[in-house]
């Protein structure tokens, strides 16, 4: 049953993809990358994700996010049209590009939901490897939360530590510096941290040759396995169309990861992509006719199906039907999302074409008023900006004229624009009471004989209350531990709170950011310095 409910959510992931690339190229997406060909992969790495644990992936995880139960198909769709409505697409209310995921850590008050009773993502971003960063912190936290006594009572936030930072990438990503960085620092912490490469042997139509040396990113991540003292990574490598071989992996890899707080890194070759890298074009341009082929041969539901028939799992009828549902299914959910975008807007336009008639009524310029009625109503797939446009257009024409109708349509413009500043311009910043914006400035009052100090004593000083009334603070950095900071605002401090809170940090700028977003998103306070 529950290998049956794998390919169910492969097949439907697939689906989606499949229907995906035609929305763009119908003109209803404007972009589209998708997860087709690593279906089995991620299906296998979420049947270890518990609660509490986090995401830090790219935009292939699709299926992923459907089998963790943090996605659905009508979600997909709905951000793909980019639907600015937060429960249709609570992702990124439609502000993401498709396949930018991500989960909410606080309810609408701006406090925290209880994150160990919960599965987690961190919001996707775009760059290649700008996922590597924080996910450094995001498992940072785990072993400050398992190490040090002062945080034992933040039960909505870990558990003993025991959270595991799942990490995703592709495989011509790798290329980027900024994830070797993350791969040394995660091997210098010793951190729950289980970064995934997908390797399909291509990055967009660059081959594996122009991209890692040797060809192969774990053979060169060799030195970075563990030695006899327990240092470093434990890497494992398996096939992206071997549905058993992956689940076995997933499971000896992250319990390691999770119970000795190992970093891990699961190299998933012979990946195909069915459909090639994006929308932007067809693999067939840089593809062999022999590579195409073995795509086909080596495809990963092709192959679970024949595994399943093999070990009487299933029959081939079973696997019809599994499939025929999936289409289908698919297909109701992209309508679904599809009609969840459209019909606000149809509403909107319904309204704002009765002020057309009534304004059309009243004006001279009623023909040319009622000719950008029609325009508007006869549009197959309008969007908001047409609206815009056409009212615009009305207020031109009619602009000498002073009528109800006309005053109407120029209240119902003011209140549009108000609605549409809160649909794609609110939330750039927190806007709940517990917005940084909303502290009261504390002015600083001097007496007469205060006496001159270095400003190192104060931050010194400051920074030591700080630590002392709050064991959420945690502070790392160049130069910052021992020796307190070059400029000595932490002089004396790791020996009072300990090196657990604060720490010095190798010369990467780039991870030490990533520490401070990680551990933030895990409700600690950190402070970053560089």
């Not at 299926?63 to 709905?78: C, E, L, P, R, V």
């Not at 190299?267 to 932007?280: D, F, M, N």
């Not at 309204?351 to 950008?372: P, W, Y």
């Not at 007469?448 to 400003?455: E, F, I, Q, T, W």
Request: glycine share 8%; net charge negative; with cysteine.
């Amino acid at each position: 049953k529950e290998v049956l409910n794998d390919y169910r959510i492969a097949s439907e992931s697939r689906q989606a993809s499949l229907l995906g690339r035609k929305e763009v190229l119908t003109g209803k997406a404007k972009f589209g990358i998708f997860g087709d060909g690593k279906e089995l992969a991620q299906i296998a790495m979420a049947k270890q994700f518990q609660n509490g644990d986090f995401r830090s992936g790219y935009y292939r995880d699709q299926t992923f996010m459907f089998a963790i139960g943090q996605s659905d198909i009508t979600k997909f769709f709905a951000q793909m049209y980019a639907n600015p409505d937060v429960e249709a697409e609570p992702s990124s209310a439609g502000r993401s590009m498709n396949g930018h995921f991500s989960t909410r850590s606080l309810n609408p008050d701006g406090s925290w939901k209880e994150l160990t009773k919960m599965k987690n993502s961190s919001s996707d971003i775009s760059p290649t490897a700008g996922q590597m960063p924080r996910l450094v912190g995001l498992a940072w936290a785990s072993k400050l939360y398992r190490q040090n006594p002062g945080l034992s009572h933040m039960k909505g936030f870990s558990i003993n530590g025991n959270e595991v930072a799942f990490g995703s990438i592709g495989d011509a990503s790798t290329s980027e510096g900024v994830f070797f960085e993350a791969i040394n620092a995660a091997g210098v912490l010793q951190i729950p941290m289980a970064i995934s490469v997908w390797d399909d042997g291509y990055g967009i139509s660059v081959p594996a040759k122009y991209q890692t040396t040797k060809q192969n990113i774990s053979e060169i991540l060799k030195g970075f396995e563990r030695n006899d003292k327990g240092e470093g990574y434990v890497i494992l490598r398996g096939k992206g169309w071997d549905y058993p071989g992956l689940c076995e992996m997933y499971e000896k890899g992250i319990k390691i990861c999770r119970e000795e707080h190992v970093p891990v890194l699961f190299h998933i070759q012979e990946v195909t992509q069915p459909q090639g890298h994006s929308t932007s074009g067809s693999h067939e341009r840089y593809k062999t006719k022999e590579r195409l082929a073995w795509e086909e041969e080596y495809d990963g539901l092709k192959k679970m199906r024949e595994w399943m028939i093999s070990s009487a799992i299933s029959s081939a009828e079973e696997c019809d039907e599994i499939d025929a549902a999936a289409k289908k299914y698919a297909a109701a959910c992209r309508k679904q999302a599809w009609d969840d975008f459209m019909n606000p807007i149809r509403e909107e336009i319904k309204t704002v074409t009765a002020l057309f008639q009534s304004i059309a009524d009243q004006s001279s310029e009623g023909s040319f008023i009622l000719k950008v009625k029609t325009e508007l109503e006869s549009m197959s797939d309008p969007a908001r900006r047409d609206i815009a446009a056409s009212v615009h257009r009305v207020l031109r024409l009619a602009r000498n004229e002073n009528s109800d109708a006309r005053e109407s349509l120029v209240q119902w413009n003011k209140e549009y624009a108000i609605h549409n500043f809160d649909r794609y311009n609110s939330y750039l910043h927190s806007e709940t009471e517990e917005s940084t914006s909303k502290i009261n400035e504390v002015p600083a009052i001097y007496t007469s004989d205060a006496p001159l100090m270095d400003g190192r004593e104060i931050l010194q000083a400051n920074f030591e209350v700080l630590f002392n009334r709050d064991p959420r603070l945690v502070a790392f950095g160049e130069d910052l531990g021992r020796i307190g900071d070059v400029n000595q605002g932490f002089a004396g401090l790791q020996a009072k709170f300990g090196e657990i809170r604060i720490s010095d940090a190798g010369i990467r700028e780039a991870t030490i950011a990533g520490q401070g977003i990680g551990l933030a998103l895990r409700g600690l306070r950190p402070i970053a310095e560089i």
